[in-house]
C-alpha cells in the first residue's frame, strides 16, 4: 500500500549533470514531462509560461480538494520537471482528501460542458483577443515589459480554467469506468472508451477544414501542381503565379487566422503556422493524393457506429440501474470536446499570446545590438528578458549562445524521468494520472515485441515512420505507421494520412490516444522506447487491443 522506506536522493547522471539551487529543492520528487515537451523548453517559455501556469493550476487543485498542496516547476537541462507536494504522508488523511475530492468532482461534473462552453472557453478567448492581435510597435520598450508582466497574470487565470474543466472530466471518465466495470466486468482493450468518442470537437474541426482546403485544390491544377512541385516554404509566393492561386492563397490565409495559432511544438519559441502556413501546405499535399479519404464521412460513421454501442448496452443493463449507468455515462461523455477544445483555446492559442509580443521583445533587443536575431529572445529566461527591456546592461550575445549549445547539446539525450528525493510516502498508483501520462510497461519476454498502453483497437502490419519532430511530418506516407514521442493537437491531422500510430509517451486518455480512436486506426501508447527501438521503414505490427508493437523485420 505505502513505501515506509523512500526519502532517498536520486543520483544525477553523469551525462545529465546540473546543480541544485537549494538543499530544499534537492529534497522534493521531480519528475520529467516528456509527453508534453519530448525534446525539452525554451528558457523564455519555460520561465514565462509554466510558473503562472502552475499557479493556476495549484488554484484549480484547491478548489476541486485535489490530494496536493504545493507544485513546482523546474527547467533541468532544458527539460521541464514537476513537483508535486502530497496534502499529507498521512494514510487516513490522504484518503479522506480524496474522498473529499471525489464529492467535489461530482459537484463540478453536471453541466460541465456547458459551462464551459458558456463560461470557461468565452472567457479565455477574451483573454486571448486582448494580447494576440495588438500592436505592439507603439509601446515603449518599458510599457512593453509591464504588459508582460499583465500577461502572464492572465495566463495564469487560463491554467485555472484549464484544470477546473479538465480535472472534473478526467474524474467523470473514472467514475464511468467503475459504473461500467460493476455491470459488464473489466472493459476490455477500451472498449468502454469508444462510449465517448464521435462528438463535435476543434481538433476534428481544423482537421476537416484542411481536407476542404485539398479538396479545393483538387479542382485548381496550377494550384495543386504548385503545392506539389514548390518546397513547402515557398509556395505562398508561388501561388501568385498559378491560375487561381491568389484566392486559393486567401483560403489559406483565412484558414491560419482562424485555426493558425499553434505550432510544431508547446513552447513559444517555434513559429506558429499563422506566421509560416509552410506545415499547412505539406499537409494539403498529402490529403490532396486520397480520393477515398473523407473525414466527415467519418465522423458520422463514428457517431453511428457510438450511438449503436450505447443501444445494445443499454438494453443489458437491468431496468433499476439503467439510469445510474446512463447517468454516468452523459457525464463522461463530456471528456472529449472538453479536452480537445481547452488544448486549442488554452494549451495552444493561448501560448501564442505570449509569443507575439516576445517577438517584437527580439525584434527590439536585436534591432539595439543586444542579441543577434530576434528569434535568440527565447533563449533568454522571462526576467533576463524583462531587465533588457527596461533598460538592464550586459553581453547578451554571449549569454545566447553558451545556452543555444546547451539547449541543442541536451536534445540529444535522454532525461532521467525523476530526480531529486524520493518521497517517504508513496502512495499507490493514481489512476487519473496514469490513465492521462501512462504508466511504465511491463517489459515483454519477446524481445522482438514492446508492451504499452491499449489505446485504439485493431491490428495493423505496415512499414514504420519515425517522426520526432513534427517539422519532419512530411515524410509520413499514406497507410505508414506513425511512431513519435508524442502527439499534440497540430499533429491531429496526420492521423488521416497513418494507418496505425505507436508513441513513447501517454496513457488511454491522451491526446494520442483520444484522436486515434476518433479516427479509428490501432495505437498503441506510452511504449517508452518506440523511437529508440524501432527502425525508420521498418516493418512492425501494432496491435491496439492488446497494446503491443512486434519488430517484424
Not at 494550384?223 to 489559406?252: C, M, N, W
Not at 518521497?423 to 490513465?435: A, F, L, R
Amino acid at each position: 500500500m505505502v513505501n515506509q522506506q523512500g526519502g532517498q536522493l536520486l543520483p544525477i547522471p553523469e551525462s545529465f549533470p546540473f546543480e541544485w539551487d537549494s538543499p530544499e529543492e534537492a529534497a522534493k520528487f521531480w519528475t520529467a514531462d516528456l509527453m508534453h515537451w519530448p525534446n525539452g523548453i525554451s528558457p523564455l517559455c519555460g520561465t514565462m509560461d509554466m510558473p503562472p501556469f502552475g499557479r493556476g493550476l495549484l488554484k484549480a487543485a484547491q478548489e476541486l480538494s485535489m490530494p496536493f498542496k504545493g507544485v513546482g516547476f523546474k527547467l533541468i537541462n532544458h527539460y521541464a520537471y514537476s513537483c508535486f507536494e502530497p496534502y499529507s504522508y498521512d494514510p487516513e488523511e490522504m484518503e479522506g482528501r480524496l474522498n473529499e475530492m471525489r464529492g467535489r468532482m461530482m459537484q463540478h461534473l453536471p453541466n460541465l460542458l456547458e459551462r464551459w462552453r458558456n463560461e470557461y472557453e468565452p472567457e479565455t478567448r477574451s483573454i486571448n483577443n486582448d494580447t494576440l492581435r495588438g500592436d505592439y510597435s507603439k509601446l515603449g520598450d518599458r510599457d512593453l515589459a509591464d504588459l508582460f508582466e499583465t500577461i502572464v497574470a492572465k495566463r495564469e487565470r487560463e491554467g485555472e480554467l484549464h484544470f477546473l474543466a479538465v480535472f472534473p472530466a478526467m474524474g467523470g471518465v473514472m467514475g464511468f469506468e467503475e459504473v461500467y466495470t460493476q455491470l459488464f466486468g473489466p472493459p476490455k482493450a477500451g472498449e468502454h472508451l469508444q462510449l465517448l468518442q464521435g462528438f463535435p470537437n476543434k481538433s476534428i474541426e481544423v482537421d476537416t477544414a484542411l481536407w476542404r482546403l485539398a479538396r479545393e485544390a483538387r479542382k485548381r491544377p496550377q494550384v495543386l501542381r504548385a503545392i506539389k512541385e514548390t518546397p513547402p516554404a515557398q509556395v505562398h509566393a508561388a501561388l501568385s503565379r498559378a491560375e487561381g492561386g491568389e484566392a486559393f492563397r486567401d483560403a489559406v490565409d483565412e484558414y491560419t487566422s482562424v485555426y493558425g495559432w499553434r505550432a510544431a511544438e508547446l513552447d513559444i519559441a517555434y513559429r506558429t503556422w499563422a506566421e509560416d502556413p509552410a506545415p499547412v501546405y505539406q499537409l494539403i499535399q498529402r490529403y490532396a493524393e486520397d480520393d477515398e479519404y473523407d473525414p466527415e464521412a467519418e465522423y458520422r460513421s463514428m457517431v453511428a457506429a457510438r450511438e449503436a454501442r450505447e443501444k445494445v448496452l443499454l438494453a443489458d443493463v437491468p431496468g433499476e440501474q439503467r439510469g445510474m449507468f446512463e447517468g454516468m455515462l452523459r457525464l463522461a461523455q463530456q471528456y472529449l470536446p472538453i479536452q480537445e477544445d481547452h488544448n486549442f483555446w488554452i494549451d495552444q492559442q493561448g501560448l501564442c499570446v505570449e509569443r507575439v509580443p516576445a517577438v517584437e521583445a527580439g525584434r527590439r533587443l536585436a534591432a539595439a545590438g543586444r542579441i543577434a536575431g530576434a528569434e535568440d529572445v527565447f533563449t533568454l529566461e522571462f526576467e533576463e528578458m524583462l531587465d533588457a527591456l527596461r533598460g538592464g546592461k550586459g553581453d547578451l550575445g554571449e549569454l545566447v549562445t553558451e545556452r543555444r549549445a546547451d539547449w541543442e547539446r541536451f536534445k540529444q539525450m535522454d532525461p532521467p524521468p525523476a530526480l531529486g528525493t524520493t518521497p517517504p510516502v508513496i502512495d499507490d498508483e493514481n489512476p487519473m494520472v496514469t490513465k492521462f501520462f501512462g504508466g511504465p510497461p511491463p517489459p515483454n519476454p519477446d524481445p522482438r515485441v514492446m508492451n504499452g498502453n491499449a489505446a485504439s483497437q485493431g491490428t495493423i502490419t505496415g512499414p514504420a515512420r519515425v517522426i520526432t519532430h513534427l517539422d519532419d511530418a512530411g515524410r509520413l506516407q499514406r497507410g505508414e505507421i506513425l511512431v513519435c514521442p508524442a502527439t499534440m493537437p497540430p499533429w491531429t491531422p496526420l492521423f488521416g494520412i497513418a494507418s496505425g500510430v505507436v508513441t513513447d509517451h501517454g496513457g488511454v486518455l491522451s491526446h494520442t490516444a483520444i484522436v486515434a480512436r476518433e479516427y479509428r486506426i490501432p495505437a498503441v501508447v506510452g511504449t517508452k522506447v518506440a523511437t529508440k527501438l524501432i527502425r525508420d521503414g521498418q516493418t512492425v505490427t501494432v496491435d491496439g487491443t492488446n497494446g503491443t508493437v512486434k519488430l517484424e523485420d
